[in-house]
């Protein structure tokens, strides 16, 4: 928010148009969505060297040698998972926080979990500041999921897996959806669509991205 003179904040609107312009020219197109993508300041999750790129459609360094996605990514990814208003999500890999604050403005409840307690740490102090009470952040190994919450309406995982992971699945409730970054290598990955019904799991891919890899254990950090 800015608390800036009159030229401040015209700066700031057309910005905003910008980067919604932007997202929606990249196909998300989904009003609810490009909502939340206006309510939550991606600026704020951005911050050192990087803060004055936020707006711009590009993945940027964090700590932990981990990413913040492009903006078209989250918002294409979070269009796939169509939230619903009482939905319970469950988010592997937090990084920065973005993602999940973005998906507290669609679901009931959101689940973020992170191998690095930094990440979690900062994120949990952000969604303090910006109020998000609906947003549970924890370090946890998210490969195994969060068990003991499950099942859950919707699961976005934020780091690429050779597979959709076996526990992932099995914690999706039937009608739940889960889009996650499936690939073996760093420069060929497919984000997939996973729809769990009563006879099993349907598969659609959407299109290639490239994220870190999904990785077991917690993290030293």
């Not at 904040?9 to 197109?29: Q, W």
């Not at 988010?91 to 998906?103: F, N, R």
């Not at 290598?185 to 999904?214: C, M, N, W």
């Amino acid at each position: 928010m800015d608390h800036g003179l009159p030229d401040d904040d015209g700066t700031a609107a057309e910005r905003k148009m910008r980067f919604l312009f932007s997202l929606r020219t990249k196909g998300v197109t989904d009003a609810r969505v490009l909502t939340a993508m206006e309510r939550i300041d991606r600026g704020q999750f951005v911050r050192g060297l990087f803060a004055e790129r936020a707006y711009e459609d590009m993945p940027l360094p964090i700590a932990c040698g981990q990413t913040i996605s492009q903006p078209s990514v989250v918002g294409l990814m979070t269009q796939a998972l169509a939230v619903q208003p009482r939905d319970t999500v469950l988010e592997v890999g937090t990084g920065s926080g973005y993602q999940a604050a973005i998906l507290s403005q669609l679901a009931r409840r959101v689940y973020t979990v992170d191998r690095h307690k930094r990440l979690v740490r900062e994120a949990q102090e952000l969604f303090r500041e910006l109020g998000l009470v609906n947003v549970v952040a924890m370090t946890s190994d998210g490969s195994f999921g969060l068990p003991d919450v499950a099942p859950f309406d919707r699961i976005i995982v934020t780091a690429a897996a050779e597979d959709p992971p076996g526990p992932l699945l099995s914690q999706l409730k039937i009608g739940g959806i889960m889009v996650v970054p499936v690939g073996q290598s760093d420069a060929v990955q497919s984000l997939i669509k996973v729809t769990r019904h009563e006879t099993g799991y349907d598969y659609e891919e959407l299109r290639a991205v490239r994220f870190v890899p999904l990785v077991e254990g917690l993290g030293n950090e």
